[in-house]
């Protein structure tokens, strides 16, 4: 049975509901949400993930946390490099994705200059 319905979400009252009555339906329902928005969600890259850490821990990190942000950066870099790679593949792997609408495509100097 599925609770969390994107067109329907339930109210603040109808979730402190759920949580008194049924803590295990309470927690299926933010299992379901999350699952739905993480769809929508970019992974963050090294540069982005070391400056949150170090911006919630006021600056100063340890050589562990920095390792643990640098490792989860690179996570997100894998990713986000294999969605480009996933959409270069859609456009053929040509490198100059050549559009029909594009006309007289300057590929050499001496054409910049008319």
């Given at each position: 049975?599925?609770?969390?319905n994107?067109?329907?979400?339930?109210t603040?009252t109808?979730?402190?509901?759920?949580?008194?009555e049924?803590?295990?339906?309470?927690l299926?329902?933010l299992?379901?949400?999350?699952?739905?928005?993480?769809?929508?969600?970019k992974?963050?890259g090294?540069y982005h993930?070391?400056?949150?850490?170090?911006?919630s821990?006021g600056g100063?990190?340890?050589?562990k946390?920095?390792?643990?942000?640098?490792?989860?950066?690179?996570?997100g870099?894998?990713?986000i490099?294999?969605?480009i790679a996933?959409?270069?593949e859609k456009?053929?792997?040509?490198?100059?994705?050549?559009?029909?609408?594009?006309?007289?495509l300057k590929?050499n100097?001496k054409q910049w200059?008319?």
């Amino acid at each position: 049975m599925q609770l969390f319905n994107p067109e329907n979400e339930l109210t603040q009252t109808q979730l402190d509901e759920l949580a008194k009555e049924n803590f295990d339906s309470f927690l299926q329902y933010l299992d379901e949400k999350a699952a739905y928005l993480k769809q929508f969600t970019k992974p963050l890259g090294q540069y982005h993930t070391k400056n949150f850490a170090s911006l919630s821990k006021g600056g100063e990190l340890t050589d562990k946390e920095l390792k643990r942000a640098k490792e989860i950066g690179k996570e997100g870099d894998d990713e986000i490099a294999r969605r480009i790679a996933e959409a270069a593949e859609k456009l053929g792997n040509d490198p100059k994705y050549r559009d029909e609408g594009i006309k007289n495509l300057k590929t050499n100097r001496k054409q910049w200059f008319d």
